[in-house]
């Protein structure tokens, strides 16, 4: 059972555009959300996050929302640039869990952006 | 910044061998945690740690084992390596208290790719 859904596995957008990379989630114990960055043949790298108790979180180009009452959230990235061109995964955790369970992260299955010059 | 080291990128083995995955965080991290990204499965857990020698099992543990004995390394074991465990393995660190404060997500390493021939 997916607990973190990325529906579409890929996107392609045309350079200078905004790039709108969406999640779902199921488990309603999960307050912290991640997005992670990922290059073929190196490890993923931490991009942005969000608390629950917050619906924005904004770092340079990437901003991530998070719409609690549908547990979805969408990372959007303006403007895209080629080098964007990656996977992206979201991730969740429950940080009110017990020991061990709130440092899991739950990862979707990613979603492969391509942004053409 | 954190650097989460694993023992090697590329490594061949053979069905049925005993293989060691090794993992060096020099974070001070608690949380140490293993797992396989395959295409089309995103990242999946395989085994967690969040002290020494404790250990937890993930979502896919088969087949595998670990080893915490010092804070600072966690190893990844293939008893009888086969074929079906060919993958990326990703080591990744966190401190105890993910998301106590924004921006302690976990760490990655840079991956092993494993084939068994």
């Known amino acids: 059972d997916q607990q973190v859904k990325q529906n579409s596995p890929s996107l392609s957008v045309q350079e200078g555009r905004i790039s709108i990379l969406n999640c779902d989630y199921t488990?309603?114990?999960?307050?912290?959300f991640l997005w992670y960055k990922k290059y073929p043949a190196e490890g993923p790298t931490f991009l942005i996050s969000i608390s629950s108790i917050k619906d924005k979180n904004e770092d340079g180009r990437f901003t991530v929302f998070l719409n609690k009452s549908a547990k979805h959230l969408s990372l959007h990235i303006v403007p895209s640039q080629p080098g964007d061109s990656a996977v992206y995964f979201c991730a969740a955790s429950g940080t009110l869990l017990p020991t061990g369970a709130n440092s899991k992260l739950t990862f979707g299955k990613g979603i492969t952006l391509s942004v053409r010059p | 910044d954190v650097k989460v080291t694993q023992s090697s990128r590329y490594l061949v083995k053979r069905t049925g061998e005993k293989v060691f995955l090794e993992c060096v965080q020099d974070m001070d991290h608690e949380n140490m945690f293993w797992y396989r990204q395959d295409p089309g499965l995103g990242l999946r857990l395989i085994y967690f740690s969040y002290d020494v020698k404790m250990k937890e099992k993930g979502d896919i543990p088969e087949g595998y084992s670990v080893s915490r004995e010092k804070k600072e390394r966690f190893s990844l074991i293939l008893e009888s390596a086969s074929t079906n465990q060919t993958s990326m393995y990703l080591c990744?660190?966190?401190?105890?208290?993910?998301?106590?404060?924004?921006?302690?997500?976990?760490?990655f390493g840079d991956g092993t790719r494993l084939s068994i021939l």
């Open positions: 990744a660190s966190s401190p105890r208290e993910l998301g106590s404060a924004l921006n302690q997500p976990q760490h």
């Open positions: 488990n309603s114990m999960f307050d912290y």
